[in-house]
């Protein structure tokens, strides 16, 4: 079994930073996607940003350009950092690693304030 642990989540006001990581525990063989996703009311689910194994970097069109996605395969954790924040970035978000079999975090909660 495997656990996510995340933290950092919070209340910012618009065009602050916030600070997301996640660890991983457990029965960890090798993980090979780690990432972030978000889900605000009302919508689905969605991708926010991946990073693989080797360092390659996915992030959704709306968060390009201010969002930074980073792990540490030593240590199981990946973290987002967010800049220049938005109200629309407004959601609870979830990490999500692949071993290739999927977990996912509890979620945490990021609210922007205008």
């Known amino acids: 079994q495997v656990q996510l642990v995340e933290s950092g989540g919070g209340l910012v006001q618009a065009g602050g930073s916030l600070r997301l990581s996640c660890a991983a525990s457990g029965s960890i063989f090798r993980i090979n996607t780690m990432g972030w996703y978000r889900q605000a009311p009302g919508k689905q689910r969605e991708l926010v940003a991946r990073i693989a194994r080797d360092g390659s970097r996915n992030y959704a069109d709306s968060v390009k350009g201010r969002f930074t996605i980073s792990r540490d395969n030593s240590k199981n954790t990946v973290s987002l950092l967010m800049n220049s924040a938005k109200p629309e970035d407004t959601a609870v978000y979830y990490c999500?690693?692949?071993?290739?079999?999927?977990?996912w975090g509890q979620g945490t909660q990021v609210t922007v304030s205008s």
């Open positions: 999500r690693v692949s071993m290739p079999a999927i977990y």
